[in-house]
């Protein structure tokens, strides 16, 4: 070109780096429309690229520079800078659904929308990390919340609502560092420096898809050499990506095979055929060929219909499930004929709604070149020039706590987005509670919720910022970790329960007392501190001698509760009336409850005459069987027991002490000169009456027990009933 006009605005260069070509695009925006200056396309003399991704950096930078340096030519001025764009198929994006629960109803906020999706990216990156099956460093270079949920509830927009539970769907988008390092190395041979980075599927959304188009749910399919990059639209913005690896390459690779050629020919026959009625062609055997359209397009029917089954599959999986309104389809592999007919059908949508997006769409495209391309092979390159207006994409480096970190540059990044490529957690930037605390009243759970900490400190270049602070490339970011707060603390007495009065009447009069409460069995004052898992139990009545003496009055005789007579240890409840007579002597019905060592004694003198009972039982009973078993066997009911001589029987009469194992416990037998097996009832605590239809067992030395056999020193015991 003879030269560049003056005024015309900044001049951007974006460069579509694909599998099977380079293409170059040259312009600037003025009023709305964007001016292309010059385009230049070349492809790669071997094949350097693999689906999309850079296999010899070296060859690839070269082909960059040859078109650098025919659009230096064209637009007699050198070209430093470049926009590119890294391809949708080496993306890795993860949904994920996060919650966020209130004590009560809260009014949501934008700071709390903002604090929800950061909890949503994290948790996104926590299980990318887990399923990340390379060593491939990442990076988060966006996200895009698709669902606001309210109580459970899907809404469009949670901000002033009151909630107590809120969550979000999102799709967060990851880039491997090796792809971009790639694609940086190549411009950087053909002398070029990134001014702006950003993702295939969006740059051809720019052109492709109108903006007052994305709020339907649309698809477009990018379908290149080596694979077919697919992203959804709905609400305006994009929502999904995908990527199936097969596109035009795998055609060609088909007409290799059929026509004996190799893959530069057999892409020439791919390319004819879609114009020609016949191409003619030489094969590897240096023999001349003809081979008809109609013939090349029954060849490859088959694996056209296979791309559109797969892309129709991978559209539904991406939206839900669920089909799209209309799919617009760029990139040279999707001009094959017949390919938009069949995906059409295999998503249930009419034909007409799958196009090929090409000349259509550049309705706001001028182009100042001679024999401008206008078809859907610009669609891409052109994006990537829009891209560079609407947002500066590139890789900066921060400083955080002395740490280099990388990211993605998507115009709008805050200190947030570096604290999540630091791996400093949610909860390091939020105020923390402090420990709660957890007891029971009345045997129901409760809880004290910790005070709230402090939140993080955070200085950008030494100023005082917060996490929604922009960053810029060369920042240097200081993060102090929030605080805990500190820990529950409650007293005994601010127990909703021990504020509450008990109301009695007393001999006409009405008064008020106050409740006591017992904390693991004891009594404890109000201005005891409550610890973990206390068992607080608050009395809600009073007795008759507690209520008198409260009221530091003497406690006469006749004791009426609610008009039915009582002593001094009746319990009085909420409501109840209370009377006595003053000038009336209590009478021994009426005195004072026992003491607790009266009621120990009590107790103790009870089970002593129950076991006496159940003992003579059992000796009635063994003396039963033992007649039983004489009768049945003949033998003598006594024994006949050695002569014992005056020093035995002076022996046997001193009391002696046994010690014996029952049930794996020594127990000492004391108080007789002699033991048999029926003694060791009256040492232990078993009781013979709670048999329950059960049946005893009874061992001794792990055999069969006789009640009346004698015991020795020693003897192992088991008394146990039978299940």
Request: contains cysteine; charged residues 25%.
């Amino acid at each position: 070109m003879a030269g560049v006009r003056e005024g015309q605005g900044q001049l951007v260069f974006g460069l579509d780096i694909g599998t099977r070509s380079i293409v170059g695009t040259v312009g600037y925006l003025s009023n709305g429309k964007f001016h292309v200056m010059a385009q230049r396309a070349k492809e790669h003399e071997t094949r350097a690229m693999l689906d999309g991704q850079i296999h010899d950096i070296g060859k690839v930078g070269e082909t960059i520079l040859q078109v650098k340096e025919l659009l230096e030519e064209d637009l007699n001025r050198k070209l430093t800078e470049v926009c590119i764009a890294a391809a949708g198929r080496v993306l890795r994006t993860v949904t994920s659904h996060t919650e966020q629960a209130f004590e009560e109803d809260h009014v949501v906020s934008e700071e709390d929308i903002y604090a929800l999706s950061t909890l949503g990216v994290e948790q996104a990156y926590e299980e990318f990390q887990k399923d990340n099956d390379t060593e491939m460093k990442f990076y988060c270079v966006g996200y895009t919340p698709m669902r606001y949920y309210m109580n459970g509830y899907q809404i469009g927009n949670l901000e002033g609502h009151k909630v107590k539970n809120m969550a979000v769907d999102l799709i967060a988008t990851f880039l491997p560092d090796d792809v971009v390092d790639g694609l940086y190395k190549a411009v950087e041979i053909a002398g070029l420096h990134v001014a702006n980075l950003t993702l295939e599927p969006i740059a051809a959304i720019q052109v492709a898809i109108p903006e007052k188009f994305r709020m339907l749910n649309m698809a477009l399919v990018d379908v290149g050499a080596g694979t077919s990059d697919i992203s959804i639209t709905k609400d305006g913005t994009i929502t999904a990506y995908g990527m199936i690896p097969v596109a035009g390459d795998s055609l060609t690779d088909i007409i290799v095979q059929h026509c004996l050629v190799d893959f530069d020919t057999a892409e020439r026959i791919k390319r004819q055929a879609g114009v020609r009625d016949t191409v003619e062609y030489e094969d590897i055997m240096g023999l001349p060929q003809v081979i008809s359209a109609e013939e090349v397009q029954n060849l490859l029917a088959d694996h056209v219909q296979e791309m559109a089954e797969q892309v129709a599959t991978c559209i539904r999986e991406l939206n839900g499930e669920k089909s799209v309104s209309a799919v617009f389809v760029v990139g040279g592999g999707g001009m094959i004929p017949g390919y938009t007919e069949r995906l059409a059908k295999e998503l249930g949508i009419v034909k007409e709604r799958v196009a090929i997006r090409g000349q259509e769409v550049m309705q706001s495209i001028e182009f100042e070149v001679e024999n401008p391309r206008r078809d859907s092979m610009m669609v891409t390159p052109i994006g990537i020039c829009l891209s560079y207006y609407e947002q500066s994409n590139n890789f900066i480096f921060v400083d955080l706590n002395g740490k280099r970190i990388k990211l993605y540059d998507n115009g709008k990044l805050s200190v947030a987005d570096a604290a999540v490529q630091s791996e400093i957690s949610n909860e390091e930037l939020f105020p923390r509670r402090g420990q709660a605390l957890n007891f029971t009243v009345n045997g129901k759970s409760r809880i004290v919720r910790g005070l709230q900490g402090e939140a993080a400190v955070i200085r950008v270049n030494g100023e005082t910022a917060d996490i929604y602070t922009q960053i810029h490339n060369g920042d240097h970011i200081e993060v102090e970790p929030s605080s805990a707060g500190e820990a529950a603390y409650l007293e005994l007495g601010r127990l909703p329960e021990l504020n509450q009065s008990l109301h009695i009447v007393v001999n006409g009069t009405g008064i008020e007392l106050p409740k006591t409460a017992f904390v693991n069995g004891k009594m404890e004052s109000e201005f005891y501190r409550i610890r973990e898992n206390d068992d607080i139990r608050v009395k809600n009545y009073c007795s008759v001698s507690e209520i008198a003496a409260f009221l530091d009055v003497p406690l006469g005789g006749n004791i009426l509760v609610n008009d039915t007579p009582a002593k001094p240890d009746t319990k009085v409840y909420e409501n109840f009336s209370l009377n006595w007579d003053t000038n009336a002597e209590i009478s021994y019905a009426e005195l004072e409850e026992e003491t607790e060592e009266d009621a120990e004694k009590r107790r103790i003198a009870k089970e002593e005459a129950a076991l006496k009972a159940a003992e003579e039982e059992v000796r009635q009973a063994a003396e039963k069987l033992a007649r039983k078993l004489a009768a049945e066997t003949g033998m003598p009911l006594e024994k006949k027991e050695p002569q014992k001589s005056e020093a035995q029987q002076i022996t046997e009469d001193v009391p002696v002490q046994l010690v014996v194992i029952v049930n794996g416990y020594p127990v000492t037998l004391s108080g007789k000169s002699s033991y048999v097996f029926v003694d060791v009832f009256s040492f232990i605590d078993f009781d013979l009456k709670a048999s329950n239809g059960r049946a005893i067992v009874t061992l001794l030395n792990g055999r069969n027990a006789e009640y009346m056999e004698p015991l020795a020193d020693g003897d192992v015991i088991e008394i146990y009933w039978k299940e």
